[in-house]
């Protein structure tokens, strides 16, 4: 697998013509719960924005040519003229976040919090109560990311402080 950077808002119209390319293409997605009109409602986004992730074993100088040729693909992650393939368990993690799209956690999480999801550790960055989301980090491809999901706040039973869930 390997990642695209690709001009801001458009990764799904991307991943698309990759499609019809030949590439099979992933962009995780998840359903976000934001506040409209003093009323929660869910929209899907992008948990990577201006990423894109070919899903592919080898990457030929013909397909890198073909690929670099859409008008909105930027560049390839990694050296120029070399892109950098993800890791297995980074792949792992790239997948689960695909095909989930909304309930990925179910315990409460705290800030700090360290925990293995498809092999990698993530770890809760900052919790943002008010918003109902939480930030974490994730590293691929030897660069850092932060990915901000939806959560929902509940007291734990045995502590007074509170933790957040997935909805």
């Not at 030929?60 to 950098?84: C, Q, W």
């Not at 008010?130 to 502590?159: I, M, N, P, W, Y």
Request: glycine content about 6%; overall charge positive; proline content about 4%.
């Amino acid at each position: 697998m390997y990642v695209v950077q690709v001009r801001p808002l458009s990764e799904l119209k991307t991943k698309t013509r990759l499609i019809r390319m030949g590439y099979p293409s992933l962009v995780p997605m998840e359903e976000r719960l934001e506040r409209r009109a003093g009323k929660w409602v869910s929209r899907m986004r992008t948990l990577f924005s201006s990423y894109v992730f070919l899903d592919i074993d080898q990457l030929s100088a013909n397909d890198y040519h073909r690929i670099m040729s859409n008008e909105n693909v930027l560049r390839f992650l990694g050296e120029v003229g070399k892109p950098t393939r993800l890791s297995e368990s980074e792949e792992e993690l790239i997948r689960f976040l695909d095909t989930i799209k909304n309930g990925i956690w179910q315990e409460p999480m705290i800030q700090g919090e360290q925990f293995t999801v498809a092999g990698n550790k993530l770890e809760v960055e900052k919790v943002h109560r008010r918003q109902k989301r939480a930030t974490f980090k994730v590293s691929f491809a030897g660069e850092e990311h932060r990915v901000t999901l939806s959560c929902e706040c509940r007291k734990k039973a045995d502590e007074t402080n509170s933790g957040l869930i997935r909805p």
